[in-house]
């Protein structure tokens, strides 16, 4: 099969396409045939070793020291079950999934292998390839921070970086569990905000929303804008400052008085991507793309990812014989 190499660390320039062993299922395990991916923040960052301040070292023991250990990036994707391991009876051949293999990746290529029992869930009929590759990354990173956050029904949440992946899953998420919703962005952005249901949008180029007089429950953080300390005068009583792009700084820091920071990667739970993908075939979440790319043009959207001004999730197309 084909598949992106990481062959170091880099630019787009590092990606290669090459051809590798297919991989086999084994006990417990599917193949799915891979219709369409996404290249995230998560497979530039891994690509170009471009990791939150603090993190270097700790990012190359856990990535690998030289190029990442795990050549072929990707943390989500859609397809088709190809093939199932002995044992395996939730799938069958054919069965259209939404698959996030997340830390383990792999999604960059023409099949990959994951656990039955893992982020695997069926992909709703009505739901378009496009949708289904863009679920599974900003979306269980939204649930599994507003759970930590304990978000209650009523509350105000400020999601900064609002037009990305993971802002734009936070909104939406955050709205659809009755919290009133401020979403800071850039102007450009500020439309495509409106249209996911923020109660405000925040222009951040022509208004400082940290002088005051706003507090919110949750500052929801997704573009490293602020930090727990510089977070502390916008948060209420019994606030929360979620570091979703935080360094070691964010991991380090304490609770002060009834106001506490949350921070660290987000849990990987199959119950979440069911969830989403409940969500969305009901309309409540709808993961805005910025573009589409050819699975040979895949380089063009890690280029794309590095500007930091991607508008939600750049999809890649795989050629399918069922599209
Ligand atoms: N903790 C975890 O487990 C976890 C999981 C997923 C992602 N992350 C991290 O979360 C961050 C966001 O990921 P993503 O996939 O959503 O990235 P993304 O899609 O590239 O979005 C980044 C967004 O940030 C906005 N932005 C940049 N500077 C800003 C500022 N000063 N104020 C407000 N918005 C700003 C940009 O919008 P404008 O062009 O409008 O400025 C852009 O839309 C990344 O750092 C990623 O590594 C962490």
Redesign the pocket.
Known sequence: MRAWVARSYGGPEVLALREVKLPQPGPGEVLIRVEATTV???D??IRALD??AGMALMGRLALGLRRPRRAVLGVELTGRIAAVGAGVTRFAPGDAVIAFPGFRQGAHAEFAVMPAAGMVVARPACMSVETAAALG??G??AR??LRRARLREGERVLV??????????LVQLAIAAGAIVSA??????VALVQGMGAAEVID?TGRDYTAGPDRWDIVA?????LSFRTALPILAEGGRYL????GLGDLLARRRGSRRPI????AERPDDLAALADLAARGLFRPPI?AVFPFDALPAAHAR?D???????LVVLLESPSR
């Open positions: 995230s923040s998560a530039r960052r990791l939150p990354f900003g269980t990173t599994d921070y900064i970086g609002a037009s990305g992946t993971v802002g734009a899953a800071v962005t850039s102007t450009g952005n951040y953080d997704a573009a490293a804008a570091a979703i792009a935080g921070a660290g990667p987000a910025d990812a500007t930091g001004r991607k508008r939600g999730s």
